[in-house]
DNA sequence: AGAGTAACCAAGCAAGCGCTAGTGTAAATG
DNA sequence: CATTTACACTAGCGCTTGCTTGGTTACTCT
């Protein structure tokens, strides 16, 4: 395996294997087949990944870190207004679930493959893109610009954000930023 | 196999089956696993069902075929009012999706593993069961109680219900309806 | 009693699986 | 020039997979 944990071929590789996960589902997709994607041999996998659990991991953590990358960007480049940070995480979640889409649908319907270490691993990336969430939500909360418990609007603003990999149209007439003001619209009372 | 399709037999292997791949996932749940769970051995299998496919169908469709009757029940017997209506499928829905879990578990997260054929007799069933929601939502619309687009409220709605299979904990300290409510509260402005 | 049938079992096949061992080679490094 | 490193190859081991086959029980219905 590569010393380099994170050389470009490994990085190329794991684009690719995210894409294949996403066609035939982790356990259907076998060495021979990324090795074949790849344009090497299945025995030459292994030099790049210690096994295939490993790839998995890559895949949901390239995905992950986007995310947290893409979300702190937004933030730090909005206005102080609790709704324009609102608006700002909504947008930034659509867009990373669709430009890095391979890798997030992976990350939401394959975790469950992840050995416990690199779960755990991954866990805790994924813990701290929630708390960026449960933070611009709470102050919404306390603006008084949306009502409810904390715990469950965030869980399920998540929801329908995360849903959307499931049946929105990238090539449809509406883009990710106007779903995402839609659906915060649709939780602000005052937004009418 | 079986020439009585809902044999009582085959129900309770359903049943079983549906539990082990929410546990294991549908390909790493093995013929001789799911054997050993229901008592016989693996060649026996196959007499109830023509092939492991078959069983997954079977799973997704039990799970359906309540969630249409549980909605269909609970729309028969609210009040006739928007709101309530609203509320009855919001209730219904967390309803059928905790009572039938692993169930419904298998039709939301490995419903890619279908082959065509069944895939395509399950869309229209599922389509059925949307078909309700969306005249509901629509009602919802035209009484001015909610606002936004009607195929977008409809999908997050489902969405940030479909999602608490990911993290709601029935013997937590809410109860299913009480997250149906407060979902429904949430897209509602005057409620607040 | 005899026929029919649903339910099961033991045994195993052919295919495919993840992964390893050992080798070759071209470029970078001392 | 000698050595190391990165990357790829061939070949195949040991095991598991979904499924089939051919036969056996146990029960029901005439």
């Known amino acids: 395996m590569n010393v380099i944990n994170a050389s470009p071929r490994r990085k190329e590789l794991t684009r690719l294997a995210a894409q294949l996960f996403v066609q035939e589902g982790f356990d259907r997709t076998t060495v021979r087949m990324l090795a074949q994607e790849m344009g090497i041999k299945s025995g030459s996998l292994f030099h790049h990944f210690k096994d295939k659990q490993e790839i998995l991991a890559?895949?949901?953590?390239e995905g992950t870190q986007n995310a947290l990358a893409i979300a702190r960007k937004a933030l730090a480049e909005c206005a102080d207004e609790p709704e324009m940070r609102l608006r700002a995480m909504a947008r930034a979640h659509l867009e990373t679930l669709f430009t890095d889409r391979n890798?997030?649908?992976v990350a939401l319907f394959e975790w469950r493959r992840l050995d416990p270490a690199a779960s755990a691993h991954l866990s805790h990336l994924r813990d701290a893109y929630e708390a960026l969430w449960v933070a611009v939500i709470d102050d919404a909360l306390e603006a008084g610009l949306i009502h409810g418990d904390r715990f469950l609007v965030s869980r399920f603003v998540l929801g329908a954000l995360n849903w959307t990999v499931r049946w929105y149209d990238p090539n449809g007439p509406r883009s990710p930023d106007d779903l995402a003001d839609e659906l915060v619209a649709?939780?602000?009372?005052?937004s009418a």
């Open 58 to 61: 890559a895949v949901i953590e």
């Open 186 to 190: 649709m939780i602000m009372p005052t």
């Open 103 to 105: 890798a997030h649908v």
